[in-house]
């Protein structure tokens, strides 16, 4: 779950109207320039006329000098100590267009004096002790179009501006970063997005950022424990989850080693979080490996955007009387988050956050996993296993659960160069975090202590940016099923990696139709990984370009990426093309190809580890039945797997190669009277070289009589028996190999709705083909296909008024078939499920304080209410009821509020689970 103010994490509309025209603070705080592309950016030369109304070009001085803000942020009466003697003073007030007053609107003031400040709770606003002169103001917020008002004279008196009118913003509004790396409107990205408003923040009762993004189409999520989230792109998710690019204000955080993302990582303070924008479907064009299948890009508001004091309180409970809980009473949730924001001068802004998390583990399966034929394989058949218990006692059969704590703590310094010569961003912070991760090699338990931290510097001055950062991971996670032959104890992972990316790029026009967006990077890892000892470090380099073009009503646009990694022979080239011809302002039609890839990983070329696996020999006693004492129990057999660089009985492997993934798309997107937008797209992927964890056959490494397994009590010449009767024991058994290509298709289909800037409704639904393995001749072998949830659906409302916000949303999502944990008798499906979510609160003492209670019934046909599983190894969705209590003396954000009339132990053993805070024990 999350805190927040006055808002909460939901699903997402998928709407471009949920977004308004990004303020140049806001373009800062994405990690993009300010206004650098000409103004027919959001459409042809006419329609942005029509838009932009008497805004000056966006790539204009005039636009550069309104981008940085003056003065230190005001509170909503103005109050500020001057910088030199001030005589004058302007005020006036923000209306829509039914005349009710909005609070929360942003008012930058330009002239001798630059200030900037927020409309107060009747949408009032006054800018005092100003020099004598010609001044303009620039009114925005989030979900209206901005409006200007040039040319206000200030004497010695007060000048009254007459009431500033916000109009509600279209698509045409609302502006991106993610699909080309700088600003563009939604319409005319070069990829599907949706966006993750203010208005869903504000209101949505999610608790983490897998039940947030739930809600996009196309988007598959999982949770697998309190802390484990796992989500991919139009196609099956499985556990690590590598294909999906997660960045925090264009920062990377996937884990190099493995490519994997630990959402624990991500802000847990909401109100510091400005929008959310997910790529649906590949990116390698512009942020190269790891946006195999996708891109959510979570962009945090820049300090001068809330300046004030934001705490928040959260606690809850949820049912456990369902699986391996039954009877223990409900568990805990606790969530506190503070943060302060300050404009210390003209030049600096500061702004200091931190939190902590804490639930208790959520209700573990437990019975037997039923033995089906194999979807895919109707000859074969999968399940049988029994899920191991929820309690301590022998390894291999069971491991207690675990909940999570996550502390985590940022700190944000933004200056502005003198004479327009650009800004500086300096940000650091730490995230902790603990609990289960589940792998294909069954559960690790990331211990107290583990952590990741992060430093960044970005300079950026028009369209020009720089970019630098360090991200530094080091955690202890010992196996909860799996023992390490070596010391009899649980198989360790240890991971310590540091990180160092620098970034260039710059936006120019061409001729007045070409916009030009160019850069490249450097990154570095440095790995320390006890189960890949030999792994190498590694350098990464790359270099994109993007070239935007407009022909009357079609816009093209045409980009590639070359990437070089030092574990690849070769550059790997992505290529996109996108043509997107608009038969009218508001409508678009776009015809996209696009290639991504994924470079194996440490772990994928690396992996040097051994696991005992027991082996049942009862057989043995029909050949001779004096061995029958000797076989009686099964053989704790040791195999070992290994990565892509080292030899498998002798034999050098093939060099692993990248991922690659073709995508073929035609997608639609219609406003209908600014209010309704309706979305259409199919695609076509063709996933090849998939890098797959793969079981070898026991005859290309077995043991021998030469070479007898550890341990081995029967003679030698059993194995030479077992030979030539076709039955061999695994030395090698495990390895990552290319499998051949596989073909996905899926249709997304959304419609959403603002009835007011704090009133909107979504339904979105995903249709996703089951995966076809194509012919070839290394063909993707059946066995090893997931199935994604064929048919997915959304609805929802949310509403953020004067007084009163609250959502109500339904989430379906059809069964799923899941091959991606330990062996087959682990494999089977899980039931379609149903979750319906609510919320509502209350704002007190004049909306800077809110209550807010949350509810999430999870249905299952069948079944109690609460024994929806989204995994086979997941851990069971349950009833919640949470409770927000948030205080701030912040004036309220820029579409945060609707105007008044308008509404650790050993390395080498599992720890004893810590409790939550209130908790009586480990769950």
């Not at 568990?331 to 200091?352: K, Q």
């Not at 009218?584 to 990983?601: G, K, L, Q, T, W």
């Not at 007190?844 to 599983?869: D, I, S, Y």
């Amino acid at each position: 779950m999350r805190a927040r103010r006055s808002r909460g994490l939901g699903p997402n509309c998928g709407t471009a109207s949920e977004h308004a025209r990004s303020r140049t603070s806001e373009a800062q705080s994405a990690g993009r320039s300010a206004y650098t592309y000409p103004c027919w950016t959001s459409s042809s030369p006419e329609v942005a006329a029509a838009t932009l109304g008497d805004a000056p070009c966006q790539g204009s001085q005039e636009a550069r000098d309104l981008s940085r803000p003056g003065a230190p942020i005001r509170d909503s009466h103005g109050s500020a100590s001057p910088r030199h003697v001030q005589t004058g003073s302007l005020s006036g007030t923000v209306v829509d267009t039914t005349d009710a007053r909005i609070p929360g609107a942003t008012i930058e003031l330009t002239g001798p004096t630059r200030q900037t400040v927020q409309s107060g709770s009747e949408g009032e606003f006054s800018f005092r002790n100003l020099a004598p002169g010609t001044y303009e103001i620039a009114v925005s917020m989030s979900g209206f179009t901005q409006a200007r008002r040039p040319g206000l004279v200030v004497t010695t008196g007060s000048v009254d501006v007459p009431p500033v009118i916000l109009a509600l913003a279209s698509v045409a509004d609302t502006i991106v970063v993610t699909a080309s790396r700088a600003e563009v409107a939604l319409v005319d990205a070069p990829a599907t997005m949706s966006v993750v408003g203010e208005t869903v923040l504000a209101s949505t009762p999610a608790q983490n950022y897998g039940d947030l993004l739930r809600g996009v189409p196309g988007l598959n999520v999982i949770q697998l424990s309190a802390r484990d989230i796992n989500l991919t792109s139009r196609q099956a998710t499985s556990t690590l989850s590598n294909s999906q690019l997660v960045l925090l204000d264009g920062r990377s955080l996937y884990l190099d080693f493995f490519g994997l993302v630990l959402w624990d990582f991500l802000p847990n303070n909401l109100a510091d979080v400005k929008h959310i924008e997910v790529i649906r479907g590949p990116a390698s064009a512009v942020w190269g490996a790891n946006a195999l299948t996708g891109v959510v890009n979570v962009i945090t508001t820049t300090p001068r955007d809330s300046p004030g004091v934001d705490l928040s309180i959260t606690g809850g409970f949820f049912n456990r009387n369902a699986g391996s809980t039954v009877g223990r009473g409900g568990g805990g949730v606790f969530n506190t988050t503070g943060t302060v924001s300050r404009a210390l001068n003209d030049r600096f802004a500061l702004r200091v956050s931190g939190g902590y998390f804490s639930s208790e583990a959520l209700p573990r399966p437990v019975g037997q996993i039923p033995v089906i034929r194999d979807p895919q394989d109707p000859s074969a058949t999968v399940g049988g296993a029994t899920y191991p218990a929820d309690a301590t006692g022998q390894v291999g059969a069971s491991f207690q659960n675990c909940g999570t704590s996550q502390p985590k703590f940022d700190v944000r310094l933004d200056q502005d160069l003198a004479e327009n010569r650009g800004n500086l961003t300096y940000q650091a912070g730490f995230a902790g975090t603990e609990g289960i991760v589940y792998t294909g090699l069954g559960p690790f338990d990331i211990q107290p202590g583990s952590f990741m931290s992060y430093g960044k510097v970005n300079y950026r001055r028009g369209g020009l940016r720089l970019n630098g950062f360090g991200n530094f991971v080091d955690a202890k996670a010992p196996n909860l099923l799996l023992l390490d032959p070596a010391t009899s104890r649980p198989l360790q992972l240890n991971f310590s990696t540091q990180t160092y990316d620098v970034e260039a790029g710059d936006v120019m026009t061409l001729e007045s139709r070409h916009i030009l967006n160019f850069g490249g990077n450097v990154r570095r890892n440095n790995f320390e990984l006890t189960i890949a000892p030999n792994a190498k470090n590694r350098t990464e380099l790359g270099a994109y370009i993007e070239d935007s073009i407009l022909f009357n009503r079609v816009r093209f646009a045409l980009g590639a990426r070359v990437d070089k990694f030092g574990n690849l022979r070769d550059p790997v080239f992505s290529p996109r093309f996108s043509a997107t011809p608009k038969p009218h302002e508001d409508h678009a039609i776009r015809v996209s190809i696009n290639r991504a890839f994924r470079s194996p990983s440490v772990v994928n070329n690396h992996l040097d580890t051994s696991i005992v696996n027991p082996v049942d020999l009862r057989a043995l006693a029909a050949l001779n039945p004096a061995l029958g004492p000797l076989v009686a129990q099964p053989f704790p057999l040791v195999v070992r797997s290994v990565g892509s660089e080292l030899p498998v009985g002798g034999t050098a492997q093939t060099p692993l190669a990248q991922e690659k993934l073709t995508a073929y798309e035609v997608a639609y997107t219609a406003t209908f009277q600014e209010r309704t937008t309706a979305g259409v797209a199919f695609y076509l992927n063709d996933l090849d070289s998939n890098i797959n964890f793969t079981q070898l056959s026991p005859r290309l490494d077995p043991y021998t009589d030469s070479t007898l397994p550890p341990g081995w009590r029967l003679p030698p010449g059993v194995l030479t028996l077992m030979a030539q009767r076709g039955i061999f024991l695994p030395r090698t058994a495990f390895t990552y190999l290319n499998l051949g290509p596989v073909r996905q298709q899926g249709l997304e289909l959304s419609l959403d709705h603002r009835f007011g800037a704090g009133l909107s409704s979504f339904v979105n639904y995903s249709w996703q083909g089951d995966p076809e393995a194509l012919d070839d001749p290394n063909p993707f072998p059946a066995a090893e296909l997931a199935l994604p949830p064929r048919h997915r659906f959304n609805a929802g409302v949310n509403v953020n008024a004067n007084r009163y916000l609250g959502s109500v949303s339904v989430n379906y999502a059809d069964r799923a078939f899941w091959s991606d944990v330990l062996t087959s008798p682990f494999h089977g499906f899980t039931d379609s499920y149903t979750l319906v979510n609510a919320s509502f609160g209350y704002k007190w003492a004049q909306r800077r304080l809110t209550t807010v209670g949350q509810g999430h019934e999870p249905l299952e046909p069948g079944h109690p209410a609460a024994r929806v599983r989204r995994h086979p190894q997941a851990e069971r969705l349950v009833r919640s009821a949470v409770q927000v209590l948030s205080t701030s003396d912040q004036a309220p954000r820029p579409g945060r509020e609707r105007a008044a009339r308008a509404q650790g132990p050993s390395a080498t053993e599992p720890s004893p689970c810590r409790a939550p805070i209130g908790s009586g024990g480990r769950q």
